[in-house]
C-alpha cells in the first residue's frame, strides 16, 4: 500500500496529520505543492472524485484576497487553474492511497476507516 500526503509543510492541519500517520506507525510520502507543485491533471482527478467544493478551500485568505475578476464566474476549469497557480488555494491535506483520492481534509475518525 502506497500513501501520499499532499500539502504545505508549513500548514497546521497537515502537520497534525503527519503526527496522525507517524504515531500508528504508517509510512507515507509527502509532497509539498508549494514547492515541488502540482499538476492540473492531478487537481483535475481529485476535483473529478471529489468535487470542487470540496477541493477548493473558499474559506483561506489566499481566497479572500483572489481579484473579483478572479472569484467571479467560477467555473471548474478556471478554479483548477487558479489552484495550479495558488497551491494555498487547495484544502489540505489530500490524501492519496494506491494512486487513488481516499481523503480532503484531515478528520481522523474518517482516516481510521480509509487508511
Known sequence: ???????????DTVAKA??????????????????GG??????TGWVDAAGLDKVLNKGGTTFKK???VDKGDLDE?????LMADNPSLIKRPIVEKDG??????????????IL
Not at 100 to 113: I, Q, T
Open 1 to 11: 500500500m502506497t500513501i501520499t500526503i499532499y500539502g504545505i509543510s508549513n500548514c
Open 38 to 43: 502540482i499538476t492540473i491533471e492531478k487537481l
Open 66 to 68: 483572489l481579484a473579483q
Open 100 to 113: 487513488v483520492l481516499a481523503a480532503v481534509g484531515f478528520k481522523p475518525s474518517e482516516w481510521e476507516n
Open 77 to 81: 476549469a478556471k478554479a483548477v487553474a
Open 18 to 35: 503527519r503526527r496522525w500517520m507517524e504515531g500508528r506507525s504508517m509510512v507515507y510520502a509527502f509532497h509539498d505543492y508549494k514547492k
